[in-house]
C-alpha cells in the first residue's frame, strides 16, 4: 500500500530493533484488511524512552508495541494503564485515544496462553516460567489465571522471589532448580538463546511429555526447543506467542478481528528472508 499524508503511523520500540517480526505482520495485515497505516521499529534506548512516549503523542502515533527492555518503565510515562497490565505490572502496547490520552494495555499474557493452549490446558498443571522481566510477569499471571500452579526460576533469584510474591506465585528458585520442580509446562522468557545456541537451563531437567514454549523467536528452534524434542518434551516455537498477541494488538487499535494466518504468513516469509 502506498504510502500518503493520511497514512496512520504505528510500530514498536525495543531495543537493540534488529530481531523484530513485528512490522512484517502488522503490515501484512494492515494491507490485507484494506486500513491506511504503517508499522516501523523503533530502536529507542533506556534513557530515550519517554521523548519517545512524548512524541508518540505529538506525532499522532496510534499504537505502539513495547518491549526489551522498556516493558515496566514505560508505565511511569502513561496517562492511563488498563487494570490487568496493572496487576502484571508491565505494559507492551500503548493506545492513543481519540482524546490524546495514552493507554497501557498488555497482550502478552492473552498471547501466551493461547500459544500454550495449542498444545495442553494449564488447569491443575505444575508449570515454570524462566525468567523475572516483562514478558515473565504476564506469563505469570496467565499461567496463575488459567490454574496452573506457577514457579518463577530465575538467574537473579531475589527478583523471581519478589516476583512470586506480587503475582501469587507458588514459588521461586534459581534456574538450576528446573528439575526439582518436575514441571509438565516450562516457559522461557530470558534472551537466552536469541540468536545464539544456547539455553537457559540444563536439558536433564526437560522431562518427557512435557510443553515448552520459548519466548524467543529467533532462531525459530532455540537450543531449549531442541533439548525439548530430545527429550519426549513438545515444543512451542515463539513466534506463536509473537502472532497471537499481535493479532490481540491490532483488534485494540482497528476493533477488529485480525487475519491471524497471514500475520503467521508474514513471520515466516521474513524469518526466511532473514536467513537467506
Known amino acids: 500500500m502506498a504510502i500518503g499524508t493520511e497514512t496512520v503511523v504505528c510500530g514498536i520500540v525495543l531495543h537493540p530493533a534488529g530481531h523484530t517480526r513485528s512490522p512484517a505482520m502488522h503490515n501484512a495485515a494492515f494491507a490485507a484488511c484494506g486500513i491506511d497505516a504503517a508499522y516501523h ?14 512524541g508518540m503523542r505529538a506525532l499522532g502515533i496510534r499504537q505502539l508495541a513495547v ?20 496487576a502484571i505490572g508491565a505494559v507492551n502496547t500503548v ?23 495449542r498444545e495442553i490446558k494449564p488447569q491443575g498443571r505444575r508449570a515454570v516460567v524462566l525468567g523475572a522481566g516483562g514478558t515473565a510477569r504476564a506469563l505469570v499471571y496467565a499461567l496463575g489465571q488459567a490454574g496452573a500452579e506457577v514457579w ?29 520442580r518436575e514441571p509438565e509446562i516450562i516457559v522461557n522468557t ?20 512435557a510443553v515448552v514454549m520459548d519466548a524467543v523467536y529467533v532462531p525459530e528452534q532455540t537450543r531449549l526447543l531442541a533439548d ?49
Do not use: C, Y
Not at 95 to 117: C, F, H, K, M
Open 41 to 54: 521499529a523503533f530502536d529507542v534506548p533506556p534513557e530515550r524512552l519517554g521523548d519517545a512516549i512524548r
Open 152 to 180: 518463577v526460576l530465575n538467574r537473579t533469584q531475589s527478583r523471581a522471589a519478589e516476583l512470586a510474591q506480587q503475582l501469587g506465585a507458588a514459588g521461586s528458585g534459581g534456574l538450576d532448580e528446573l528439575s526439582k
Open 67 to 86: 518491549s526489551i527492555p522498556h516493558k515496566e518503565a514505560v508505565i511511569a510515562h502513561l496517562d492511563r494503564v488498563e487494570e490487568t497490565a496493572r
Open 95 to 117: 493506545t492513543l485515544g481519540p482524546d490524546g490520552e495514552l493507554v497501557g494495555a498488555n497482550t502478552d499474557w492473552i498471547g501466551g496462553l493461547r500459544a500454550i493452549e
Open 190 to 209: 530470558t534472551s537466552v538463546g536469541l540468536r545464539s545456541d544456547e539455553s537457559p537451563v540444563d536439558p536433564l531437567g526437560i522431562t518427557s511429555g
Open 228 to 276: 525439548a524434542a530430545n527429550r519426549g518434551a513438545i515444543p512451542i516455537a515463539g513466534k506463536w506467542m509473537l502472532i497471537h498477541q499481535a493479532a490481540e494488538q491490532f483488534r485494540l487499535w482497528t476493533g477488529r478481528e485480525a487475519p491471524a494466518n497471514i500475520m503467521a504468513d508474514a513471520f515466516d516469509q521474513e524469518a526466511s528472508q532473514s536467513s537467506a
